[in-house]
Protein backbone atom coordinates (compact mmCIF):
# COMPACT_ATOMS: atom_id res chain seq x y z
CA UNK A 1 0.00 0.00 0.00
CA UNK A 2 1.22 3.24 -1.05
CA UNK A 3 1.80 5.86 1.36
CA UNK A 4 1.06 9.72 0.68
CA UNK A 5 4.24 10.75 -2.29
CA UNK A 6 5.30 13.89 -3.27
CA UNK A 7 6.86 15.39 -5.89
CA UNK A 8 9.37 16.93 -6.33
CA UNK A 9 12.00 15.94 -3.33
CA UNK A 10 13.76 19.12 -3.86
CA UNK A 11 13.62 21.88 -5.48
CA UNK A 12 15.68 25.69 -6.15
CA UNK A 13 13.35 28.59 -7.54
CA UNK A 14 14.53 32.51 -7.38
CA UNK A 15 12.65 35.41 -6.45
CA UNK A 16 9.72 36.10 -7.74
CA UNK A 17 8.98 33.22 -9.82
CA UNK A 18 6.35 30.36 -9.03
CA UNK A 19 5.96 27.06 -8.32
CA UNK A 20 3.66 24.39 -8.18
CA UNK A 21 4.43 21.12 -5.68
CA UNK A 22 2.89 17.77 -6.36
CA UNK A 23 0.81 15.39 -3.90
CA UNK A 24 -0.61 11.98 -4.23
CA UNK A 25 -3.06 10.52 -1.20
CA UNK A 26 -2.78 7.05 0.61
CA UNK A 27 -4.58 5.19 -1.17
CA UNK A 28 -8.19 5.27 0.53
CA UNK A 29 -7.91 8.92 1.43
CA UNK A 30 -9.88 11.65 -0.12
CA UNK A 31 -8.79 14.51 2.75
CA UNK A 32 -5.07 16.28 1.62
CA UNK A 33 -3.71 19.14 3.79
CA UNK A 34 -0.70 21.20 3.25
CA UNK A 35 1.85 22.09 5.69
CA UNK A 36 4.58 24.84 5.32
CA UNK A 37 8.00 23.23 8.00
CA UNK A 38 10.73 26.36 8.29
CA UNK A 39 13.50 24.92 9.17
CA UNK A 40 13.69 24.01 13.23
CA UNK A 41 10.10 25.08 13.76
CA UNK A 42 6.85 22.61 13.61
CA UNK A 43 4.44 22.46 10.64
CA UNK A 44 2.15 25.22 10.28
CA UNK A 45 -1.25 24.57 8.24
CA UNK A 46 -1.84 26.18 5.02
CA UNK A 47 -5.16 24.66 3.86
CA UNK A 48 -6.94 21.34 3.01
CA UNK A 49 -8.87 20.38 0.55
CA UNK A 50 -11.48 18.14 0.98
CA UNK A 51 -14.14 17.14 -2.42
CA UNK A 52 -12.06 19.60 -4.88
CA UNK A 53 -12.96 22.44 -2.73
CA UNK A 54 -11.19 24.65 -0.23
CA UNK A 55 -12.09 24.09 3.27
CA UNK A 56 -10.31 25.69 5.65
CA UNK A 57 -6.73 27.71 5.57
CA UNK A 58 -4.29 29.15 7.62
CA UNK A 59 -2.66 31.95 7.70
CA UNK A 60 -1.16 32.15 4.56
CA UNK A 61 -1.23 35.22 1.97
CA UNK A 62 -2.96 34.75 -1.29
CA UNK A 63 0.22 34.17 -3.24
CA UNK A 64 -0.27 30.45 -1.61
CA UNK A 65 -3.23 28.40 -3.74
CA UNK A 66 -4.02 24.49 -4.58
CA UNK A 67 -6.27 22.53 -6.09
CA UNK A 68 -7.62 19.35 -5.23
CA UNK A 69 -8.46 16.99 -8.66
CA UNK A 70 -11.19 14.44 -8.97
CA UNK A 71 -8.71 11.52 -8.10
CA UNK A 72 -7.79 13.16 -4.55
CA UNK A 73 -4.58 14.27 -5.73
CA UNK A 74 -3.54 18.04 -4.92
CA UNK A 75 -0.63 20.78 -5.87
CA UNK A 76 0.20 23.39 -4.11
CA UNK A 77 1.03 26.83 -5.58
CA UNK A 78 3.29 29.24 -5.14
CA UNK A 79 3.28 32.84 -6.20
CA UNK A 80 5.33 35.85 -6.63
CA UNK A 81 8.27 33.56 -4.41
CA UNK A 82 9.92 35.16 -0.96
CA UNK A 83 13.44 34.23 0.27
CA UNK A 84 10.92 33.65 3.68
CA UNK A 85 9.41 30.90 1.29
CA UNK A 86 12.47 28.62 2.03
CA UNK A 87 11.17 25.34 3.89
CA UNK A 88 9.74 21.83 3.80
CA UNK A 89 6.53 21.60 2.07
CA UNK A 90 4.13 18.70 3.83
CA UNK A 91 1.75 16.96 2.01
CA UNK A 92 -1.20 15.08 4.59
CA UNK A 93 -3.95 12.79 3.87
CA UNK A 94 -6.91 11.47 5.73
CA UNK A 95 -9.95 9.81 5.07
CA UNK A 96 -12.68 12.42 5.26
CA UNK A 97 -11.54 15.47 7.20
CA UNK A 98 -12.12 13.74 11.55
CA UNK A 99 -9.16 11.49 11.93
CA UNK A 100 -5.21 11.26 11.98
CA UNK A 101 -3.43 12.40 8.66
CA UNK A 102 -0.89 10.49 7.08
CA UNK A 103 2.49 13.11 6.01
CA UNK A 104 4.36 13.03 2.66
CA UNK A 105 8.30 12.86 2.55
CA UNK A 106 7.72 16.31 2.03
CA UNK A 107 9.17 18.83 -0.52
CA UNK A 108 12.43 21.08 0.24
CA UNK A 109 12.08 24.12 -1.27
CA UNK A 110 14.94 26.66 -1.87
CA UNK A 111 14.33 30.61 -2.63
CA UNK A 112 17.83 31.97 -4.12
CA UNK B 1 -7.43 29.98 18.49
CA UNK B 2 -5.58 26.53 19.58
CA UNK B 3 -2.02 26.36 20.61
CA UNK B 4 0.50 23.53 21.52
CA UNK B 5 3.42 23.87 23.67
CA UNK B 6 6.73 21.68 23.74
CA UNK B 7 8.73 23.01 26.47
CA UNK B 8 11.53 21.43 26.50
CA UNK B 9 13.66 21.60 23.21
CA UNK B 10 16.16 18.76 23.77
CA UNK B 11 15.55 15.93 26.33
CA UNK B 12 18.05 13.34 26.93
CA UNK B 13 17.65 9.93 28.21
CA UNK B 14 19.98 7.04 28.76
CA UNK B 15 19.03 3.66 26.82
CA UNK B 16 16.74 1.64 28.78
CA UNK B 17 15.34 4.08 31.13
CA UNK B 18 12.23 5.30 30.39
CA UNK B 19 11.57 8.93 29.23
CA UNK B 20 8.69 11.68 28.60
CA UNK B 21 8.13 14.51 26.13
CA UNK B 22 6.10 16.93 27.55
CA UNK B 23 2.89 18.82 25.97
CA UNK B 24 0.89 21.16 27.10
CA UNK B 25 -2.31 22.59 24.95
CA UNK B 26 -5.20 25.50 24.55
CA UNK B 27 -8.49 25.14 22.91
CA UNK B 28 -11.76 26.18 23.26
CA UNK B 29 -13.45 23.21 22.33
CA UNK B 30 -13.02 19.71 23.36
CA UNK B 31 -9.31 18.69 22.48
CA UNK B 32 -8.28 15.90 19.46
CA UNK B 33 -4.45 15.17 20.04
CA UNK B 34 -1.75 13.43 18.25
CA UNK B 35 2.03 12.84 18.70
CA UNK B 36 4.29 12.50 15.56
CA UNK B 37 8.21 11.33 14.90
CA UNK B 38 10.01 13.06 12.48
CA UNK B 39 13.30 11.21 11.24
CA UNK B 40 16.17 13.94 9.36
CA UNK B 41 15.06 14.52 5.74
CA UNK B 42 12.00 12.73 6.30
CA UNK B 43 8.01 13.46 6.65
CA UNK B 44 6.33 13.08 10.15
CA UNK B 45 5.12 9.60 11.18
CA UNK B 46 1.89 9.09 13.19
CA UNK B 47 2.46 7.52 16.74
CA UNK B 48 -0.77 7.79 18.53
CA UNK B 49 -3.80 9.86 18.83
CA UNK B 50 -6.52 11.04 21.69
CA UNK B 51 -10.09 11.46 20.39
CA UNK B 52 -12.14 10.08 23.45
CA UNK B 53 -12.02 7.72 26.24
CA UNK B 54 -9.34 5.84 28.15
CA UNK B 55 -7.00 8.50 29.23
CA UNK B 56 -3.89 6.28 28.56
CA UNK B 57 -3.49 5.58 24.67
CA UNK B 58 -1.36 3.11 23.21
CA UNK B 59 0.44 4.08 20.04
CA UNK B 60 3.67 2.60 17.81
CA UNK B 61 6.76 1.49 19.01
CA UNK B 62 5.93 0.81 22.16
CA UNK B 63 5.06 4.61 22.95
CA UNK B 64 2.13 5.84 24.67
CA UNK B 65 0.54 9.42 25.99
CA UNK B 66 -1.17 10.32 28.99
CA UNK B 67 -4.66 12.82 28.72
CA UNK B 68 -4.96 14.84 31.15
CA UNK B 69 -8.18 17.59 30.97
CA UNK B 70 -7.02 19.47 34.00
CA UNK B 71 -3.78 20.02 33.44
CA UNK B 72 -4.37 20.26 29.73
CA UNK B 73 -1.32 17.85 28.96
CA UNK B 74 -0.62 15.24 26.74
CA UNK B 75 2.48 13.98 27.40
CA UNK B 76 4.42 11.53 25.50
CA UNK B 77 6.28 8.56 27.59
CA UNK B 78 7.80 5.07 26.72
CA UNK B 79 8.69 3.14 29.60
CA UNK B 80 12.39 1.67 27.83
CA UNK B 81 13.92 3.87 25.43
CA UNK B 82 15.76 3.01 22.77
CA UNK B 83 19.05 4.84 20.89
CA UNK B 84 16.49 4.48 17.81
CA UNK B 85 14.31 6.56 19.23
CA UNK B 86 16.25 9.43 18.95
CA UNK B 87 14.15 11.76 16.90
CA UNK B 88 12.42 14.88 16.60
CA UNK B 89 9.12 14.60 18.34
CA UNK B 90 5.92 16.83 17.62
CA UNK B 91 2.59 17.50 19.52
CA UNK B 92 -0.34 18.27 17.42
CA UNK B 93 -3.87 19.70 18.39
CA UNK B 94 -7.39 19.76 16.81
CA UNK B 95 -10.00 21.81 18.34
CA UNK B 96 -12.99 20.00 16.82
CA UNK B 97 -14.90 23.51 17.59
CA UNK B 98 -12.61 25.27 14.85
CA UNK B 99 -12.24 23.36 12.04
CA UNK B 100 -9.89 20.42 10.93
CA UNK B 101 -6.78 21.81 10.97
CA UNK B 102 -3.59 21.21 13.15
CA UNK B 103 -1.84 22.94 15.01
CA UNK B 104 1.95 21.62 15.89
CA UNK B 105 3.98 22.67 19.13
CA UNK B 106 7.55 23.67 17.80
CA UNK B 107 8.76 20.00 18.44
CA UNK B 108 11.01 18.19 20.89
CA UNK B 109 14.50 16.82 20.07
CA UNK B 110 14.35 13.83 22.15
CA UNK B 111 18.73 11.60 22.27
CA UNK B 112 19.04 8.17 23.57
CA UNK B 113 22.41 7.72 24.57
CA UNK B 114 23.83 4.25 24.43
Known amino acids: DAGVTQSPTHLIKTRGQQVTLRCSPK?????VSWYQQALGQGPQFIFQ???????QRGNFPDRFSGHQFPNYSSELNVNALLLGDSALYLC???????????FGPGTRLTVT | AQSVAQPEDQVNVAEGNPLTVKCTYS??????LFWYVQYPNRGLQFLLKYITGDNLVKGSYGFEAEFNKSQTSFHLKKPSALVSDSALYFCAVRDNNAGNMLTFGGGTRLMVKP
Open chain 1, 49 to 55: YYEEEER
Open chain 2, 27 to 32: VSGNPY
Open chain 1, 27 to 31: SGHDT
Open chain 1, 92 to 102: ASSFGTVWEQY
